[in-house]
């Protein structure tokens, strides 16, 4: 029995913080938590200022993204750096199906996901067949392939980028009020966390954490590895177009520079800071990464430099992240 | 200008540029092939290479003057400068990862770029600084082809180090320590070749060679920023590609192709300046799909 | 018709010839083992009729079908499992976790099933619980099921290995040296487990051995091969009374004067 013991953190507050998540790994207390939560943030809006609601509404999207690549960084183990680009695919899609054929917005949600998937394959089929790292690379000029792209093009609206997007109307309001868009995200967010716990409790989340531990032997027990990467990366690339679509329809303006390289860089330091894979620990990272930067306003480009440095000191001395996957056996019990 | 005019510019232009793709190949591909890292911060020690060139250029302005034998110190210099400073990272950031997963040490990777990045963002104020030298930009012919002082200096300087490298690598010891970790780590280390010093010295010839590099495009060009690097070394990650990661005169190859399929590339009407980046990625995709080892790689079966 | 037809099988890697010319039957419902000194190139045998390595040239015929140029997974749907030499288990997951693996190819539940939890999903989720806890039991470490698979004694991990063979539900079986690091007890119940295997579950064996008392009990026909080739085939008595055999295991008789 005394195998069964993990390594454990020698320092006191580490011993503390484990307990903690030890706690929330249960069924009952979590569900209790999560009630809790649920009704503070439903209940929020009403009390308080529009600054409060725009930050939350930010952090709400942030989760459903970095929920996203964590589909595919996290669950399916394979690094991509070209994340933004996918966001940016949905956004457009949106953008220009909206604002210049003037498409309803709902109606542009499923060619935004098309052209995701689209995408996806083109980029995920030949390179997830070679060496992991390849894939690094190809998402990271992928990224500039869009940004060159919506910049070069005259249907995106170039440089400048696309205006006067329509606002998303749901039982005839139209939504055009922070609060309004501080619960379409927020259900959104919800939506993300319940996906993301069935597809990891799932014959397809269990497969992605074969390939991750060996790949050899998850092939020898008849896993399409290449298939069931292209799976992950392709309900990732769903998901960035989905929340692009929705940010398209949020700001009703969009431009090339909503799309650069840093914002990829950000929503993979939310996933790896709050451990790969584990969800709880991925909405840890979003809201990390999302509320320093609101208190730390003023340090500017300085923040990203101590954004960096502890990346780096969380990769050398507790590489699994914050919040990892299968810190505890509580959960396999 | 005639076609052939043209031609015999741009093929120039090709190969210079295609050269400073190539010496950065060369780094990604030696840490590559010998601890299997793509190592992200790469293009920003390309970048670091220019502005350290730029700094040590202005300190020995005053003494040297900044002609010809200025830049070749300042070369130099900035060349040990940068490869010391490649050295470091690799003790501090990638060799206690070793053992690690490779996501791991990838995110390191990617973590010392952001570092590096975000100094000279934060040293420069994002501004581009402009490097001048001393080296005159008027145009003499030889034969056809219309050249300047500066890129006859370039051009002797990229060969130079493509030669110095590479006898480097087949002469010395060290270059054969270098394709003998590449084969197999443990074995070499059972065989009593300090490991951890060749992949040292590996990275400080790739980081030397990246900041030459670095300094030559800033010569080139005239300016330095600190976002030169980001697409430089897409690129010359696409040239090692191209010429079979891991293996170096393939990383050359590779660069001086890339190179010319640019300086060829824009003449094309469709395509142009604008397109031009993304004509390379497009290749990039396209050669994985076809060619995934390269011109001069070989297929590897891993022994299970 | 044989389950598993292999003809003129070649392996190069460069230059080295690794298998070579290889040729060998295994009928439906046997125990067939392979022998031969180290390096012999018997794991390659194996890899090459999982997929891993491509063979240059011959054939394989695996109920009717070559599979020269299938790929791993598509070989283990076929209906062909293996073990590794070297245990491949996924050791952060439990055991459970690791024999619901080898049903991965039985079923087929993806995405909208995951996300919905439709009837047929959550049908499926059972069935592969029901199936991996049956072999669990049967090869007898069902307590166990639970555990991190690292943290199990070697032997066990070993059965865990088997487990998760049997849930593909394979119709034949390649063990890579099952013995190697067991104990005289273990042994015995391993030709025990496998005799089983092969007459409850109607599975055919084919192993790769280097405890000969193991494979000349266990096994009714034996393949010898040495530097790629087979050097002879029969029973174990056969095997054991041929010069080549004795002369691969313990060199030539004038090399050992010499020496």
Same mark, same amino acid.
Not at chain 1, 309 to 318: D, N
Not at chain 3, 46 to 65: A, E, R, W
Not at chain 3, 198 to 213: A, P, Q, W
């Given at each position: 029995?005394?195998?069964?013991?993990?390594?454990?953190?020698?320092?006191?507050?580490?011993?503390?913080?484990?307990?903690?998540?030890?706690?929330?790994?249960?069924?009952?207390?979590?569900?209790?938590?999560?009630?809790?939560?649920?009704?503070?943030?439903?209940?929020?809006?009403?009390?308080?200022?529009?600054?409060?609601?725009?930050?939350?509404?930010?952090?709400?999207?942030?989760?459903?993204?970095?929920?996203?690549?964590? /589909? !595919?960084?996290?669950?399916?183990?394979?690094?991509?750096?070209?994340?933004?680009?996918?966001?940016?695919?949905?956004?457009?899609?949106?953008? !220009?199906?909206?604002?210049?054929?003037?498409?309803?917005?709902?109606?542009?949600?499923?060619?935004?996901?098309?052209?995701?998937?689209?995408?996806?394959?083109?980029?995920?089929?030949?390179?997830?067949?070679?060496?992991?790292?390849?894939?690094? !690379?190809?998402?990271?000029?992928?990224?500039?392939?869009?940004?060159?792209?919506?910049?070069?093009?005259?249907?995106?609206?170039?440089?400048?980028?696309?205006?006067?997007?329509?606002?998303?109307?749901?039982?005839?309001?139209?939504?055009?009020?922070?609060?309004?868009?501080?619960?379409?995200?927020?259900?959104?967010?919800?939506?993300?966390?319940?996906?993301?716990?069935?597809?990891?409790?799932?014959?397809?989340?269990?497969?992605?954490?074969?390939?991750?531990?060996?790949?050899?032997?998850?092939?020898?027990?008849?896993?399409?590895?290449?298939?069931?990467?292209?799976?992950?990366?392709?309900?990732?690339?769903?998901?960035?177009?989905?929340?692009?679509?929705?940010?398209?329809?949020?700001?009703?303006? /969009?431009?090339?520079?909503?799309?650069?390289? /840093?914002?990829?860089?950000?929503?993979?330091?939310?996933?790896?800071?709050?451990?790969?894979?584990?969800?709880?620990?991925?909405?840890?990272?979003?809201? /990390?990464?999302?509320?320093?930067?609101?208190?730390?306003?003023?340090?500017?480009?300085?923040?990203?430099?101590?954004?960096?440095?502890?990346?780096?000191?969380?990769?050398?001395?507790?590489?699994?992240? !914050?919040?990892?996957?299968?810190?505890?056996?509580?959960?396999?019990? | 200008?005639?076609?052939?005019?043209?031609?015999?510019?741009?093929?120039?232009?090709?190969?210079? #540029?295609?050269?400073?793709?190539?010496?950065?190949?060369?780094?990604?591909?030696? #840490?590559?092939?010998?601890?299997?890292?793509?190592?992200?911060?790469?293009?920003?020690?390309?970048?670091?290479?220019?502005?350290?060139?730029?700094?040590?250029?202005?300190?020995?302005?005053?003494?040297?003057?900044?002609?010809?034998?200025?830049?070749?110190?300042?070369?130099?210099?900035?060349?040990?400068?940068?490869?010391?400073?490649?050295?470091?990272?690799?003790?501090?950031?990638?060799?206690?990862?070793?053992?690690?997963?490779?996501?791991?040490?990838?995110?390191?990777?990617?973590?010392?770029?952001?570092?590096?990045?975000?100094?000279?963002?934060?040293?420069?104020?994002?501004?581009?600084?402009?490097?001048?030298?001393?080296?005159?930009?008027?145009?003499?012919?030889?034969?056809?082809?219309?050249?300047?002082?500066?890129?006859?200096?370039?051009?002797?300087?990229?060969?130079?180090?493509?030669?110095?490298?590479?006898?480097?690598?087949?002469?010395?010891?060290?270059?054969?320590?270098?394709?003998?970790?590449?084969?197999?780590?443990?074995?070499?280390?059972?065989?009593?070749?300090?490991?951890?010093?060749?992949?040292?010295?590996?990275?400080? #010839?790739?980081?030397?060679?990246?900041?030459?590099?670095?300094?030559?495009?800033?010569?080139?060009?005239?300016?330095?920023?600190?976002?030169?690097?980001?697409?430089?070394?897409?690129?010359?990650?696409?040239?090692?590609?191209?010429?079979?990661?891991?293996?170096?005169?393939?990383?050359?190859?590779?660069?001086?192709?890339?190179?010319?399929?640019?300086?060829?590339?824009?003449?094309?009407?469709?395509?142009?300046?604008?397109?031009?980046?993304?004509?390379?990625?497009?290749?990039?995709?396209?050669?994985?799909?076809?060619?995934?080892?390269?011109?001069?790689?070989?297929?590897?079966?891993?022994?299970? | 018709?044989?389950?598993?037809?292999?003809?003129?099988?070649?392996? @190069?890697?460069?230059?080295?010839?690794?298998?070579?010319?290889?040729?060998?039957?295994?009928?439906?419902?046997?125990?067939?083992?392979?022998?031969?000194?180290?390096?012999?190139?018997?794991?390659?045998?194996?890899?090459?009729?999982?997929?891993?390595?491509?063979?240059?040239?011959?054939?394989?015929?695996?109920?009717?079908?070559?599979?020269?140029?299938?790929?791993? %997974?598509?070989?283990? %749907?076929?209906?062909?499992?293996?073990?590794?030499? $070297?245990?491949?288990?996924?050791?952060?997951?439990?055991?459970?976790?690791?024999?619901?693996?080898?049903? %991965?190819?039985?079923?087929?539940?993806?995405?909208?099933?995951?996300?919905?939890?439709?009837?047929?999903?959550?049908?499926?989720?059972?069935?592969?619980?029901?199936?991996?806890?049956?072999?669990?039991?049967?090869?007898?470490?069902?307590?166990?099921?639970?555990?991190?698979?690292?943290?199990?004694?070697?032997?066990?991990?070993?059965?865990?290995?088997?487990?998760?063979?049997?849930?593909?539900?394979?119709?034949?079986?390649?063990?890579?040296?099952?013995?190697?690091?067991? $104990?005289?007890?273990?042994?015995?119940?391993?030709? $025990?487990?496998? @005799?089983?295997?092969?007459?409850?579950?109607?599975?055919?064996?084919?192993?790769?051995?280097?405890?000969?008392?193991?494979?000349?009990?266990?096994?009714?026909?034996?393949?010898?091969?040495?530097?790629?080739?087979?050097?002879?085939?029969?029973?174990?008595?056969?095997? @054991?009374?041929?010069?080549?055999?004795?002369?691969?295991?313990?060199?030539?008789?004038?090399?050992?004067?010499?020496?």
């Amino acid at each position: 029995m005394a195998e069964k013991k993990q390594k454990k953190f020698t320092n006191p507050f580490g011993t503390v913080v484990e307990s903690l998540y030890d706690l929330f790994d249960k069924k009952a207390p979590r569900y209790l938590l999560m009630t809790i939560m649920t009704a503070f943030l439903i209940y929020l809006p009403l009390s308080s200022s529009r600054f409060t609601q725009e930050i939350m509404t930010n952090l709400f999207f942030y989760v459903v993204v970095c929920l996203g690549l964590n /589909i !595919i960084v996290g669950f399916a183990g394979l690094l991509h750096l070209g994340y933004a680009a996918f966001f940016a695919v949905g956004a457009y899609t949106t953008g !220009i199906l909206s604002s210049v054929y003037g498409v309803n917005f709902w109606l542009t949600l499923p060619f935004s996901i098309i052209a995701a998937v689209i995408a996806g394959l083109a980029i995920g089929a030949p390179t997830l067949r070679l060496r992991g790292d390849y894939l690094a !690379i190809v998402t990271l000029g992928f990224g500039e392939i869009i940004r060159l792209t919506v910049r070069n093009l005259d249907i995106t609206g170039g440089a400048m980028g696309l205006i006067g997007i329509q606002r998303p109307v749901l039982f005839g309001i139209v939504l055009n009020q922070i609060t309004h868009f501080y619960y379409l995200f927020f259900i959104l967010a919800v939506i993300a966390i319940i996906v993301s716990y069935r597809l990891h409790d799932s014959r397809l989340g269990r497969a992605w954490e074969y390939i991750r531990e060996d790949e050899d032997a998850a092939s020898a027990m008849g896993i399409n590895v290449v298939q069931i990467r292209l799976y992950a990366f392709i309900i990732g690339s769903a998901f960035g177009a989905l929340a692009g679509s929705l940010y398209a329809a949020k700001m009703t303006a /969009i431009s090339p520079e909503s799309f650069m390289f /840093i914002h990829s860089v950000m929503i993979l330091l939310a996933v790896v800071l709050g451990g790969m894979g584990k969800i709880p620990g991925v909405i840890l990272g979003a809201i /990390i990464v999302t509320l320093i930067p609101e208190l730390s306003r003023d340090i500017g480009q300085f923040r990203l430099i101590i954004f960096a440095v502890l990346l780096l000191i969380l990769m050398l001395y507790r590489p699994q992240g !914050i919040w990892p996957e299968r810190q505890g056996i509580s959960t396999k019990l | 200008m005639t076609t052939w005019e043209i031609f015999l510019q741009q093929l120039f232009n090709g190969l210079l #540029v295609g050269s400073f793709y190539g010496l950065v190949a060369i780094g990604y591909s030696m #840490v590559y092939g010998i601890i299997k890292l793509l190592n992200f911060a790469h293009a920003d020690i390309y970048m670091s290479g220019a502005f350290a060139g730029l700094i040590i250029l202005g300190f020995l302005n005053p003494y040297i003057g900044n002609q010809w034998l200025g830049i070749i110190v300042a070369l130099l210099l900035s060349m040990i400068l940068v490869g010391l400073l490649g050295v470091a990272i690799q003790r501090v950031a990638y060799r206690p990862m070793l053992k690690a997963p490779r996501l791991s040490i990838l995110i390191t990777a990617l973590a010392v770029s952001m570092i590096l990045y975000n100094t000279v963002l934060l040293m420069t104020q994002g501004q581009y600084k402009p490097f001048t030298t001393g080296l005159t930009h008027e145009s003499f012919y030889i034969g056809a082809l219309r050249m300047t002082e500066t890129r006859l200096v370039l051009l002797i300087a990229a060969l130079a180090l493509m030669l110095m490298l590479h006898l480097f690598i087949t002469r010395t010891m060290y270059g054969k320590a270098m394709r003998a970790i590449a084969l197999d780590r443990d074995t070499c280390q059972l065989m009593g070749i300090n490991v951890y010093k060749i992949i040292a010295i590996t990275f400080f #010839v790739g980081s030397a060679l990246a900041a030459a590099a670095g300094i030559m495009a800033g010569v080139y060009y005239g300016t330095v920023h600190f976002f030169m690097g980001f697409l430089i070394g897409l690129k010359a990650f696409t040239a090692a590609v191209i010429g079979g990661i891991g293996i170096i005169p393939g990383a050359m190859l590779g660069g001086l192709l890339l190179g010319l399929l640019e300086a060829f590339g824009t003449q094309i009407p469709f395509i142009g300046s604008s397109w031009r980046d993304v004509f390379t990625f497009v290749f990039l995709i396209l050669f994985l799909i076809f060619k995934p080892n390269g011109l001069l790689g070989r297929m590897e079966s891993e022994r299970m | 018709m044989a389950l598993l037809d292999i003809k003129d099988l070649t392996l @190069r890697f460069g230059g080295l010839c690794a298998v070579n010319q290889l040729s060998l039957e295994i009928e439906e419902g046997s125990i067939r083992s392979l022998i031969g000194p180290n390096g012999a190139g018997k794991t390659c045998v194996f890899n090459c009729l999982t997929g891993f390595y491509k063979p240059s040239s011959g054939d394989m015929v695996f109920m009717g079908t070559s599979i020269m140029k299938k790929k791993p %997974h598509l070989i283990t %749907h076929m209906g062909m499992a293996r073990t590794f030499q $070297n245990l491949r288990l996924f050791k952060q997951m439990t055991v459970m976790e690791n024999v619901m693996s080898g049903m %991965h190819c039985r079923t087929n539940a993806a995405f909208a099933g995951a996300v919905l939890r439709t009837q047929s999903q959550k049908a499926e989720e059972k069935l592969i619980r029901e199936i991996a806890e049956e072999c669990l039991d049967f090869v007898g470490i069902l307590d166990k099921k639970n555990y991190m698979a690292k943290n199990l004694p070697y032997g066990d991990q070993r059965r865990v290995e088997w487990a998760r063979a049997l849930a593909t539900q394979p119709k034949l079986l390649l063990l890579d040296e099952p013995a190697a690091g067991l $104990n005289k007890e273990e042994k015995a119940r391993l030709i $025990n487990l496998m @005799r089983r295997i092969r007459d409850e579950r109607k599975v055919t064996i084919f192993l790769i051995e280097h405890d000969m008392g193991l494979v000349m009990k266990v096994s009714e026909k034996i393949f010898v091969i040495d530097y790629g080739v087979k050097i002879a085939e029969g029973t174990s008595k056969e095997v @054991r009374d041929n010069p080549r055999v004795v002369e691969a295991y313990l060199g030539k008789e004038e090399t050992e004067d010499a020496v």
